[in-house]
C-alpha cells in the first residue's frame, strides 16, 4: 500500500459555526468543500475532513503533533479558544481543546528522549 494522504474526520452539528472554529484553529479558511456539508483542510500528507451529521456529532477526535507546544497553546488561546492546560505524559507533552461539538483535538509534542 502506497499512501499518498491520510484525512482524520470529525463531525458536527453546524457547518458553520464549526467551519469558523476550525478556521480560527487553523488560521485559514477549509481548502476545499468537495461536496454539500463537508469541508477539508489539507495539511501536507494529512489533513481534516469537517463533516455535518447530527447523528455522530461530537464522538471524535485527533490528534496534532507540533513542535513548540506552548507557543502553540498560546496562539490557540489568542484565536479565542480555549486549550485546556499542558500535561507531560511518557511519550509527550499535549494539551487538549474541544470544538463546538466537543470532538477532542489534541496537540502533541513527543518529549526529547523520544527523538
Not at 40 to 62: I, K, P, S
Not at 85 to 93: C, E, M, R, S, W
Request: proline share 5%.
Amino acid at each position: 500500500m502506497a499512501i499518498e494522504k491520510l484525512l482524520a474526520q470529525v463531525t458536527c452539528t453546524d457547518l458553520s459555526v464549526s467551519a469558523d472554529w476550525y478556521g480560527r484553529l487553523f488560521e485559514r479558511p477549509a481548502d476545499l468543500a468537495p461536496m454539500t456539508g463537508l469541508l477539508e483542510w489539507h495539511h501536507g500528507t494529512a489533513g481534516l475532513q469537517l463533516l455535518e451529521n447530527l447523528d455522530t456529532a461530537g464522538r471524535g477526535g485527533l490528534t496534532v503533533i507540533v513542535s513548540g507546544l506552548a507557543a502553540e497553546r498560546v496562539r490557540i488561546s489568542k484565536a479565542g479558544l480555549v486549550p485546556g492546560g499542558i500535561v507531560t505524559g511518557d511519550f509527550a507533552t499535549f494539551f487538549q481543546v474541544k470544538d463546538p461539538d466537543g470532538n477532542a483535538i489534541i496537540f502533541a509534542e513527543p518529549n526529547p528522549h523520544l527523538t
